[in-house]
Nanobody
Framework: QVQLVESGGESVQAGGSLTLSCRAS????????MAWFRQAPGEERVAVAV???????TYADSVEGRFTITRDNAKNTLYLQMNDLKPEDTALYSC????????????????????WGQGTQVTVSS
């Protein structure tokens, strides 16, 4: 059974930085797409960054150049480095994974991911 546990969310000032972590367990191999989604109050959950098993990444336009997604397959851990945070980045950030056998990963709807963490709250004040 795959389990994902996020950490690292907190309240920060605009312009600040945060790093989120997601520790995964239960993976059978590394052929999982992994992604960070976020959901602001009253809005749909949307993908902000995805990474495939080789480390190739894709970002939503809203975070391109400010956020960096990485994964450490040896530690089964996913990261999201967030720089130059803005109030509009305020949301519940969730880690997602899908696989095994997912070798092509893309920014897509939450329905394309089977496994989810409980989320970690990021609040950015102006």
């Amino acid at each position: 059974q795959v389990q994902l546990v996020e950490s690292g969310g907190e309240s920060v000032q605009a312009g600040g930085s945060l790093t989120l972590s997601c520790r995964a367990s239960g993976f059978t191999d590394n052929s999982y797409c992994m992604a960070w989604f976020r959901q602001a109050p009253g809005e749909e959950r949307v993908a902000v960054a995805v990474v495939d098993y080789e480390g190739d990444t894709t970002y939503a336009d809203s975070v391109e150049g400010r956020f960096t997604i990485t994964r450490d397959n040896a530690k089964n851990t996913l990261y999201l480095q967030m720089n130059d945070l803005k109030p509009e980045d305020t949301a519940l950030y969730s880690c997602a994974a899908d696989g095994p056998g997912r070798y092509y990963c893309y920014i897509g709807p939450s329905a394309t991911y089977e496994y989810w963490g409980q989320g970690t709250q990021v609040t950015v004040s102006s």
